[in-house]
């Protein structure tokens, strides 16, 4: 129905875009992570040493571990927040559910600073909390181990991904068909059994998406250790970020990034292989 | 058991439950809220002595402002940019075909999955590889690209939703396509970029990461606010946090609505695979 020269001219400026302003600046923190620093400048010289130095020096395996158990603690916690929400909101909140959806969506869209700074001045040892404390004479000193630790991080940044948790679970278990739920319930299933053996497997892809999204976004931040974190939960962009400002090596904050880059590819492919192969729609 | 009398089930220990995580997601944003007014500053409890300095110094407060303009200047030619670029990938990956078009489809999203550092990144390299000075156009260029991901698939949802055969008839009743895409595409799309504009815009004034890596001289709103909060907290970004808060608010309640009117009520992803 539509001409060639049609279909040429909606694609050819998104595709040009695509490749200009994201393949190639991909492709190019590729290349960096093959490249290495001599005297101060980056020299083309390809070499796997980059990805040798993340392996044998222990500080970066040390702060990427610390940053995934981060990751996976967020992850959890998001997870553990969001299913019951969204459970609650597909099968039991009625009227009231256009309500309470866009009460979720509007902490997912507004500002990570805010919302990041507010933890910060809940946690800090003169913040709210301890201000909170003393008042009921819980405690009499300020307590100063809410803020700077890996336990802020985690806090913040659950309270910042739940809602990117609850979406796709939101979705997933809105697209289930009801008829499947009573058709388990009229054979006699009981409501645990149909949780766990009808709703809980048809919500795994929504399940998945969430967990890759809190799990991705979480492992890259490199904003919340030092707004809440600390020296003792520094996470690995962060030293991406040093290695890309007053360290200045490129190429091993490049191989860093790259690290990152495959790791959220690789599960955003499984994610969608699951999505293909569980979902109704 | 019906499906309607399961739908409103009462449920007492889950909606005690989803209370709870709701007063996790808003508590605290309200306390923020609460002691931008307090005379004392921020810390200590209960509030007292009402006050609205904090607000009187923020308005006064020259770097601020500027900032708040480099910000404003950056969203809109953003959102120009993403909605021209996003409306024309929607249409292609509706009806062109192209070698390559399900990796192209992939790239446009991972923008929005990615971490911001890693966008931030490749684009610092790009610009030094292209000898681009960091600037404010640094910055636009690195928000349009990363927003194009919501532009896309904003406006490939709107599409899906579209009356097929008004167009249909336009190229059959012998309207160009560049007629029909005027008169007939645009106008039905007219809700959907609104939206999608609006989103854009706020997620642009508020994006921090990506920024971070492409600034040059001139700070964008929350890049000032960060380079203050690493001097410490004042109530002062108590006060222009609650206003970002608020502003932001109606714009993504506008937003939410508009999306409703144009695509319908159906519960979206935050990925919606086009």
Redesign the interface.
């Known amino acids: 129905?539509?001409?060639r020269?049609?279909?040429?001219i909606?694609?050819l400026?998104?595709?040009l875009?695509?490749g200009i302003?994201?393949?190639?600046?991909?492709a190019?923190?590729l290349a960096?992570s093959f490249w290495t620093v001599r005297d101060g400048f980056i020299v083309h010289d390809w070499t796997l040493q980059n990805y040798a130095k993340l392996f044998q020096k222990p500080i970066y395996s040390q702060v990427l571990f610390r940053s995934m158990r981060i990751a996976a603690g967020v992850t959890l916690l998001s997870l553990l927040?969001?299913y019951?929400?969204a459970?609650?909101?597909s099968?039991?909140a009625?009227i009231r559910k256009?309500l309470?959806?866009?009460?979720?969506?509007?902490?997912l869209?507004?500002?990570?600073?805010?919302?990041g700074?507010?933890?910060?001045?809940?946690l800090?040892s003169?913040?709210?909390l301890?201000?909170?404390l003393?008042?009921l004479h819980i405690t009499h000193e300020p307590v100063s181990f809410f803020l700077y630790s890996p336990f802020a991080v985690v806090l913040m940044l659950t309270?910042i991904y739940?809602?990117?948790v609850f979406?796709?679970l939101?979705?997933s278990l809105?697209h289930i068909p009801?008829?499947l739920?009573?058709a388990s319930?009229d054979l006699g299933a009981t409501p645990r059994a149909t949780f766990l053996r009808v709703i809980l497997p048809l919500s795994l892809p929504g399940l998945l998406?969430g967990a890759?999204?809190a799990f991705?976004?979480t492992?890259?931040?490199?904003?919340a250790p030092q707004?809440v974190g600390g020296p003792s939960s520094i996470m690995i962009?962060n030293i991406?970020?040093s290695l890309?400002g007053t360290a200045y090596d490129?190429p091993l904050?490049?191989a860093i990034?790259v690290l990152?880059?495959v790791l959220?590819i690789s599960l955003?492919f499984l994610a969608e292989r699951f999505e293909k192969r569980w979902s109704f729609r | 058991m019906t499906a309607q009398a399961n739908a409103t089930r009462r449920a007492p220990f889950l909606g005690a439950y989803t209370i709870t995580v709701f007063a996790f997601l808003y508590l605290p944003i309200v306390v923020l809220i609460l002691f931008s007014f307090n005379k004392d500053g921020v810390g200590g409890f209960p509030p007292k002595h009402f006050t609205l300095d904090w607000y009187r110094q923020l308005f006064r407060d020259a770097s601020i402002w500027d900032s708040f303009l480099n910000s404003l200047l950056v969203a809109v030619a953003a959102v120009v940019l993403a909605l021209t670029l996003g409306l024309l990938a929607a249409l292609a990956l509706d009806r062109a075909d192209f070698p390559g078009k399900s990796v192209f489809r992939r790239l446009v999203l991972l923008p929005l999955i990615l971490p911001g550092i890693i966008t931030g990144l490749s684009l610092l390299m790009f610009a030094v590889f292209s000898g681009l000075q960091l600037s404010l156009v640094s910055v636009f260029l690195g928000h349009g690209t990363a927003l194009l991901s919501v532009a896309t698939t904003e406006l490939f949802a709107g599409l899906q939703k579209m009356d097929r055969a008004q167009e249909e008839a336009s190229l059959d009743l012998g309207a160009t396509p560049w007629q029909t895409f005027w008169r007939i595409t645009l106008p039905n799309l007219k809700l959907s970029l609104i939206a999608a504009g609006l989103l854009i815009f706020t997620l642009s004034m508020d994006e921090i990461a990506v920024t971070f890596f492409l600034i040059g001289r001139d700070n964008t709103l929350p890049l000032e606010i960060w380079a203050r909060l690493r001097r410490g907290i004042t109530p002062e970004i108590n006060a222009i946090s609650t206003l970002i808060f608020f502003v932001s608010v109606i714009l993504i309640l506008i937003w939410y609505r508009i999306r409703t009117r144009s695509i319908g009520k159906e519960v979206h992803e935050l990925l919606e695979r086009p």
């Open positions: 129905m539509y001409s020269a049609y279909k040429t909606i694609s400026p998104p595709l875009w695509v302003f994201l393949l190639l600046p991909y190019l923190m960096h927040l969001g019951p929400v459970y609650f909101m099968f039991h009625g256009d309470l959806y866009q009460l979720v969506i509007v902490p869209w507004v500002s990570y600073l805010v919302r700074y507010a933890w910060k001045t809940i800090g003169e913040g709210v301890n201000g909170f003393q008042y309270h739940t809602p990117f979406l796709p939101y979705a809105e009801r008829n739920i009573e319930h998406a890759t999204f991705v976004l492992l890259g931040d490199f904003l707004l962009a991406v970020q890309f490129w904050g490049a990034s990152i880059l959220t955003l």
